[in-house]
């Protein structure tokens, strides 16, 4: 995969028509635990950009192992994780609950606060309709 040019200091996948791979390792994650202030999550986070303009994509990895505690975060965009390995335990502000499995998929609206339980335990891939978070690219 060649880097494509940066803008906004992020560097944006979606450059010119082809194909393009993101192989195992060609990013390093970010530890949640740090950024959020909670040292007994266990939770890493990587943004990955994708397009510059006002329909914006980011492409992510996130993982979460069970921990003591969990955390809450609030969303004002759209994202779609599919969990690719293990669980993650979820409920929202509307009094929604789950347990999403690898192979499930789980919508996030705009204007949801999510709770990431600490029993959760998997890996899931997401795309978010923003710019990357400066602290998770």
Do not use: C, W
């Amino acid at each position: 995969m060649s880097r494509a040019e940066t803008k906004d200091n992020y560097t944006y996948l979606s450059q010119k028509p082809g194909l393009q791979l993101i192989k195992v390792g060609s990013y390093d994650m970010k530890e949640l635990n740090t950024i959020l202030g909670i040292p007994e999550v266990k939770s890493q986070i990587l943004d990955v950009p994708v397009t510059a303009n006002e329909n914006a994509a980011t492409l992510g990895l996130y993982a979460m192992q069970e921990a003591t505690k969990g955390f809450d975060f609030k969303y004002d965009f759209l994202e779609i994780k599919t969990v690719v390995t293990g669980k993650f335990v979820l409920s929202d502000d509307q009094g929604n609950s789950f347990t999403a499995e690898a192979g499930d998929v789980v919508i996030i609206n705009p204007g949801t606060t999510v709770t990431f339980h600490g029993e959760s335990d998997g890996t899931a891939v997401y795309v978010a309709h923003r710019l990357p978070e400066p602290t998770f690219a």
